[in-house]
């Protein structure tokens, strides 16, 4: 196929093409009277180089996305990821700045406007830095065979199917819902809504997790992203699970992560959280004592490594945002939370 021929088809300009050539994006063969000869693999290339053009990648990542080959999916959904991360951070930026405008004027405003730029920078920090101290890829593989529900002094997965279960059944979905998992691993909670016949979105920080997850549920959406930072639109999910996994936020990264929840959940939206957490702080050292007491130190090591939630302040969290919200406890360490949106002008008093 000739370039006017490609131009045409693509609905390109035969300067465009030659413009990616000399970049080293595609390399068409050449005839023996010098014309360029372009390929079916090279028209595929230029489709794609074209598309990923609309969605602002620079030359120089097209051309490293074209040189990774089979990771290509990969680096696709690492990119996906960032722009959502950059929508958020300019959404964040526009609401300061109309703070911003309604201090003019007012008394003190310097200050004001010092402590929002402040609380900007630190959002900005959060959703940009967020670091996979778990080393969740390396587990991957293996990690549903190492979910042990029984044998061990401390065990975290005890009642670990009921739980994944019990989520299930409280969302109560309907044929048509849309479903995100958040923290999704390898997909056991996901799993249960797709046997089900339900779309799910499965979002999880770690691509190794996602694979397998994909593997195990071909029918699912798989969504490179975390909890700060989620890759989805404004209220795309009719219901939003996660399990296992928000015991890996400090609680004030908790509540960003909530409001994430909240920012994706439709009208009538439900949220089921099966997690490690305490009722309240008072339970917290209660649980604690009684595993020193008894001389259980893992336990306690695994509890301080890592962040358990306060169940009440969850709740509290939930209903000042609109919400009702239930909760039930299946031993010290594992809770299921479910929080439903209110209707508009209702209470919960």
Request: glycine share 6%.
């Amino acid at each position: 196929m000739k370039i006017t021929e490609v131009a045409k088809k693509l609905e390109t300009t035969t300067r465009t093409i030659r413009f990616y050539e000399e970049k080293g994006l595609i390399a068409p063969e050449k005839a023996s009277n010098g014309y360029r000869i372009y390929t079916e693999e090279d028209v595929r290339d230029l489709r794609t180089i074209l598309a990923l053009r609309e969605v602002g990648l620079s030359t120089k990542e097209i051309k490293k996305a074209l040189e990774q080959n089979d990771d290509f999916t990969d680096y696709l959904h690492t990119q996906r990821s960032l722009l959502y991360e950059e929508m958020l951070q300019i959404r964040d930026m526009v609401a300061t700045v109309d703070r911003i405008v309604d201090m003019i004027g007012k008394a003190g405003k310097e200050e004001q406007m010092t402590n929002m730029a402040r609380e900007l920078k630190g959002l900005k920090e959060k959703r940009t830095s967020w670091r996979d101290r778990w080393n969740f890829d390396d587990q991957a593989k293996d990690y549903d065979d190492n979910i042990k529900t029984t044998g061990y002094r401390f065990n975290v997965h005890e009642h670990y199917d009921e739980a994944l279960k019990m989520a299930h059944a409280w969302v109560n979905a309907s044929p048509g819902e849309r479903g995100v998992d958040i923290g999704a691993g390898t997909g056991n909670l996901s799993g249960l809504f797709l046997r089900q016949g339900l779309p799910m979105i499965a979002v999880d920080q770690s691509k190794e997790m996602l694979k397998v997850c994909a593997e195990k549920h071909p029918q699912a959406e798989t969504r490179l992203g975390h909890f700060l930072s989620l890759p989805l639109n404004d209220k795309e999910a009719d219901f939003v699970v996660s399990s296992y996994a928000l015991h890996h936020l400090t609680d004030e990264d908790k509540d960003l992560a909530l409001a994430e929840f909240d920012r994706i959940l439709g009208d009538h939206g439900r949220v089921v959280i099966a997690d490690l957490m305490f009722r309240d702080e008072s339970d917290r050292k209660s649980v604690l004592e009684s595993y020193q007491e008894s001389g259980n130190e893992e336990a306690v090591e695994a509890i301080e490594d890592e962040y358990y939630a306060d169940r009440s302040r969850l709740i509290r969290w939930w209903e000042d945002h609109g919400y009702d919200v239930e909760a039930h406890q299946f031993n010290p360490i594992l809770h299921l939370l479910y929080a439903e949106k209110r209707e508009r002008g209702t209470s919960n008093e």
